[in-house]
């Protein structure tokens, strides 16, 4: 019966190409980085212009980061603001601090308001006048048994290595440690936090971040990974940076050559639209992959910015061509001066379920909110268990079909 299996399979192909009809239309309708190049390459030249810089200058990180705006008259001068988004700014900046790195600034379409990369970094009124949500939800005060250390798991812990940060997310969960100055955690705190490590065997997994690791001056952290190299139960390293999202140029032949020498390495970055998927996001990606470090995407889910199956399954695929693996989608937790991106948890379920089986496993994250007291993150899933009895359960596939499975009997 070779020719109806054949038949009943291009059935079922059709009905699998259907049943993603919706987005093989609206793939192609979605701004990414890459698409907008010319855009994005156009705005840039006009920023150099109004800065004075060369092109030199522009793919110089510490050029960026000399010449980050963060008050409104500038920014006036490269995206259209009104008088009264003018004065939110003020207004917001009085109470959270701001501030954008050219690069980062390029990507916004200066004439909308509703921008992804917009409203991510600069600030509006509603950030002011949130009533809602702590200064720190995660009980971080209270999960730290050495300076700079944060551990709130049996055998992995973080080391706050600065409070620096390329350019200021909105919806930063750290925004209480983000001061009016950059500083980059004492030498003497980084110390103890080594030293707990060392007497601490358990702690095979440690995870720069603060702030952006990546801010720190290479010196410093070959030091702090050197260290790390030296006790012999610390098995794996990982950095968190947002610096190939907001800052790619960071990413020097240099940094890359230092970091090389410490595998196994991971690197944890943070693309939450398309639209940051750009060329030279992907330049520095795979930089850093051909230096040996596996790159992973942890991004937050935010209204009005990547609350979309659609669009979240396209930012995956964005991801996935520049070696980056979609590795969780957090939960936006309830911090004072971001409530107006918080989402629904129903809504974050619902992607995982049009994530699931409709694309690449490699493209399907884990979806987590951080449980109340620093009791960690906790994933969230469709339910694919429908329930369990002795022998069989009854499972719920991808495409919702409740079917009856075998459970062996123990042996
Ligand atoms: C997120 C986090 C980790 C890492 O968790 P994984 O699930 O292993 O990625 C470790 N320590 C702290 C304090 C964290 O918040």
Request: charged share 30%; with cysteine.
């Amino acid at each position: 019966m070779k020719d109806e299996g054949r038949k009943i399979s291009l059935e079922r192909a059709k009905e699998l190409k259907d049943s993603i009809s919706d987005y093989l239309e609206y793939r192609d309708t979605v701004a990414t980085g890459f698409k907008e190049w010319e855009k994005i390459k156009a705005r840039q030249e006009n920023i150099k212009r109004i800065l004075g810089a060369s092109q030199e200058d522009w793919q110089n990180w510490k050029w960026q980061l000399r010449n980050r705006i963060d008050d409104p008259d500038t920014l006036a001068k490269i995206i259209n603001l009104s008088s009264e988004e003018k004065e939110e700014i003020s207004l917001a900046g009085s109470k959270f601090r701001w501030a954008v790195v050219p690069y980062y600034l390029s990507l916004i379409n200066p004439d909308d308001p509703g921008d992804p990369v917009r409203l991510q970094s600069i600030p509006t009124a509603k950030e002011y006048f949130d009533q809602c949500g702590d200064m720190d939800p995660m009980d971080e005060e209270f999960s730290s048994p050495a300076p700079a250390i944060t551990r709130r798991y049996p055998d992995r812990l973080i080391i706050n290595v600065t409070n620096q940060c390329s350019s200021y997310c909105r919806h930063c969960q750290r925004r209480r440690n983000i001061g009016e100055v950059d500083k980059q955690t004492p030498r003497r705190d980084i110390e103890a936090a080594l030293h707990y490590i060392a007497q601490n065997e358990e702690i095979r997994d440690v995870l720069l971040t603060g702030g952006d690791s990546l801010m720190l001056p290479e010196g410093t952290l070959d030091w702090i990974l050197t260290e790390l190299d030296n006790i012999p139960h610390v098995e794996i390293k990982r950095l968190g940076s947002r610096v190939p999202v907001s800052l790619p140029y960071r990413v020097t032949d240099e940094l890359c050559k230092m970091l090389s020498s410490h595998l196994p390495l991971y690197v944890n970055t943070h693309f939450n639209h398309p639209l940051e998927v750009t060329p030279d996001a992907r330049e520095a990606c795979l930089k850093l992959t051909k230096s040996g470090i596996i790159l992973g995407n942890q991004a937050v889910l935010l209204k009005g910015i990547n609350n979309d199956p659609l669009l979240m399954k396209k930012l995956n695929h964005e991801l996935l061509k520049i070696m980056v693996l979609p590795y969780l989608i957090f939960h936006a937790k309830s911090v004072r001066g971001t409530s107006h991106f918080r989402t629904r948890v129903e809504d974050g379920i619902e992607i995982m379920e049009k994530l699931r089986g409709y694309t690449s496993g490699l493209a399907v994250p884990t979806y987590v909110i951080n449980a109340p007291h620093g009791y960690g993150k906790t994933p969230m899933f469709p339910e694919y268990l429908v329930s369990m009895g002795r022998n069989k359960l009854l499972i719920r596939t991808w495409e919702k079909r409740v079917l009856e499975y075998e459970n062996d009997e123990e042996a």
